[in-house]
């Protein structure tokens, strides 16, 4: 265990130490991440295929705000879209639109969650988002959570019927709209995910916030058994396709990594080191204060 | 020339670290009254439905642009105005309602936030 508190340490003096160079690097991994991503589930319009341009995108990500990453990310898959058709193009756009409305208003700095949730269906984790912005986010989070399965369930839904809008070239334009509607909302295992997840958030942020001694642990189980069971109920009830085996393996999955990143990450990013400046009468103060180690062997770099 | 007193040193570096994060957008917040903030994110939560609901009765009346007109000849044009007027209501309804739930709690916090910055205040000047 005190291994793990060196390694723990060691990652939290390096990141009090050089915070700014690693959240742009971090930055701009996340935004390389998630555009190649899109361009390899869908890679419809060839110009954005180009490697320099998403290098280039990712450069200028790195130091804008991290939001910006979210409006790259959805302007790709637009543009994709409309590599497939115009009708998908102007449904995708209004869409993210109706979902920016959203998530502006209430989350805005949840950008993580918009993110990182499609990238988890990407990599087979999906049932660890829930659980991790329920503990650092807030109740609105399910917000941000829920745009991010949107954002994968249509990302899903243009690859998999590419062959079969773009064949429909001899349907009318109303005709290949209603059909892309369908396909995109009428989608029983993205509406039961929406809510599995929003419940499983705002569940494990209530319990987290009580102030008994293991609420941390404690809204992490409670997650769990949400995220099983409301997902569970719901798939019964409106006859989604969702694997049993999957959902109980990757929700045990997630409660375990969500402890793993509960130790390691939080800290490192919550407790970061700050600098001030001020003064008084007799004096002015540059403090740099940095947070306690808690290890006994870690003495710094 | 006095030494420097660590605790001040602590409570002013407190001060300073809550003025750049939180207390820069707690000054924000509270620079409004109550309810002027209150009002005014309602307001822009409407706004924002009123855009996501033409977005969506636009969606809708595409996607039903076949049957609309067929039937527009012999549909009732108040009733069908007064529903959609109704479901208006309720969608503007709902958002103002969470963004009034919202805002007020983000207000309250803020304002707890300053009353703590006031007191270190309070403290720093006994020094």
Same mark, same amino acid.
């Given at each position: 265990?005190?291994?793990?508190?060196?390694?723990?340490?060691?990652? !939290?003096?390096?990141?009090?130490? %050089?915070?700014?160079?690693?959240?742009?690097?971090?930055?701009?991994?996340?935004?390389?991440?998630?555009?190649?991503?899109?361009?390899?589930?869908?890679?419809?319009?060839?110009?954005?295929?180009?490697?320099?341009?998403?290098?280039?995108?990712? &450069?200028?990500?790195?130091?804008?705000?991290?939001?910006?990453?979210?409006?790259?990310?959805?302007?790709?898959?637009?543009?994709?879209?409309?590599?497939?058709?115009?009708?998908?193009?102007?449904?995708?756009?209004? &869409?993210?639109?109706?979902?920016?409305?959203?998530?502006?208003?209430?989350?805005?700095?949840?950008?993580?969650?918009?993110?990182?949730?499609?990238?988890?269906?990407?990599?087979?984790?999906?049932?660890?988002?829930?659980?991790?912005?329920?503990?650092?986010?807030?109740?609105?989070?399910?917000?941000?959570?829920?745009?991010?399965?949107?954002?994968?369930?249509?990302?899903?839904?243009?690859?998999?019927?590419?062959?079969?809008?773009?064949?429909?070239?001899?349907?009318?334009?109303?005709?290949?709209?209603?059909?892309?509607?369908?396909?995109?909302?009428?989608?029983?295992?993205?509406?039961?995910?929406?809510?599995?997840?929003?419940?499983?958030?705002?569940?494990?942020?209530?319990?987290?916030?009580?102030?008994?001694?293991?609420?941390?642990?404690?809204?992490? %189980?409670?997650?769990?058994?949400?995220?099983?069971?409301?997902?569970?109920?719901?798939?019964?009830?409106?006859?989604? !396709?969702?694997?049993?085996?999957?959902?109980?393996?990757?929700?045990?999955?997630?409660? &375990?990594?969500?402890?793993?990143?509960?130790?390691?990450?939080?800290?490192?990013?919550?407790? !970061?080191?700050?600098?001030?400046?001020?003064?008084?009468?007799?004096?002015?103060?540059?403090?740099?204060?940095?947070?306690?180690?808690?290890?006994?062997?870690? !003495?710094?770099? | #020339?006095?030494?420097?007193?660590?605790?001040?040193?602590?409570?002013?570096?407190?001060?300073?670290?809550?003025?750049?994060?939180?207390?820069?957008?707690?000054?924000?917040?509270?620079?409004?009254?109550?309810?002027?903030?209150? =009002?005014?994110?309602?307001?822009?939560?409407?706004?924002?439905?009123?855009?996501?609901?033409?977005?969506?009765?636009?969606?809708?009346?595409? *996607?039903? =642009?076949?049957?609309? #007109?067929?039937?527009?000849?012999? #549909?009732?044009?108040?009733?069908?105005?007064?529903?959609?007027?109704?479901? *208006? =209501?309720?969608?503007?309804?709902?958002?103002?309602?969470?963004? *009034?739930?919202? *805002?007020?709690?983000?207000?309250?916090?803020?304002?707890?936030?300053?009353?703590?910055?006031?007191?270190?205040?309070?403290?720093?000047?006994?020094?």
């Amino acid at each position: 265990m005190e291994q793990l508190f060196y390694v723990r340490d060691t990652i !939290k003096g390096l990141f009090g130490r %050089f915070d700014g160079y690693i959240k742009s690097v971090l930055r701009f991994l996340l935004c390389l991440i998630v555009l190649l991503s899109i361009n390899g589930s869908l890679g419809y319009m060839e110009r954005l295929n180009s490697t320099p341009i998403v290098l280039i995108i990712s &450069l200028m990500c790195s130091f804008l705000p991290a939001n910006m990453i979210v409006f790259f990310a959805a302007l790709f898959v637009a543009a994709h879209s409309y590599g497939v058709s115009l009708e998908s193009a102007v449904i995708v756009t209004a &869409l993210f639109f109706l979902m920016f409305l959203l998530y502006y208003r209430y989350s805005p700095k949840d950008t993580l969650a918009v993110l990182l949730t499609p990238l988890c269906f990407f990599f087979k984790i999906p049932y660890l988002m829930p659980l991790v912005f329920g503990l650092i986010g807030t109740p609105l989070s399910a917000i941000s959570v829920s745009c991010g399965v949107i954002a994968y369930y249509v990302i899903g839904y243009l690859s998999t019927n590419y062959t079969v809008i773009t064949g429909m070239s001899d349907e009318t334009t109303v005709m290949r709209f209603r059909f892309i509607m369908d396909g995109m909302l009428k989608n029983r295992e993205m509406m039961v995910m929406v809510i599995g997840f929003s419940a499983t958030v705002i569940i494990v942020n209530v319990i987290k916030r009580f102030s008994f001694r293991f609420s941390w642990p404690v809204a992490i %189980f409670a997650g769990t058994l949400t995220d099983i069971l409301v997902i569970a109920i719901a798939a019964s009830k409106t006859g989604a !396709k969702i694997s049993g085996g999957g959902l109980i393996l990757g929700s045990l999955f997630a409660m &375990l990594a969500a402890f793993i990143v509960k130790f390691f990450i939080f800290t490192v990013d919550y407790e !970061k080191t700050e600098r001030v400046q001020f003064e008084d009468d007799d004096y002015y103060y540059y403090v740099k204060a940095v947070p306690k180690i808690k290890s006994r062997e870690y !003495k710094g770099l | #020339m006095k030494d420097m007193d660590d605790e001040k040193v602590m409570l002013m570096t407190r001060m300073a670290s809550f003025e750049q994060e939180e207390g820069r957008k707690a000054l924000r917040i509270c620079h409004f009254f109550r309810s002027d903030y209150v =009002i005014l994110n309602v307001v822009k939560s409407v706004v924002s439905s009123t855009i996501a609901f033409a977005l969506l009765l636009g969606l809708y009346i595409y *996607y039903n =642009i076949d049957n609309l #007109m067929q039937e527009v000849y012999s #549909m009732d044009l108040i009733k069908t105005g007064r529903t959609v007027l109704t479901y *208006y =209501i309720a969608f503007a309804g709902v958002s103002a309602l969470i963004s *009034y739930v919202v *805002y007020s709690f983000r207000y309250d916090r803020a304002r707890k936030s300053l009353k703590d910055y006031n007191a270190a205040l309070r403290k720093l000047d006994e020094y």
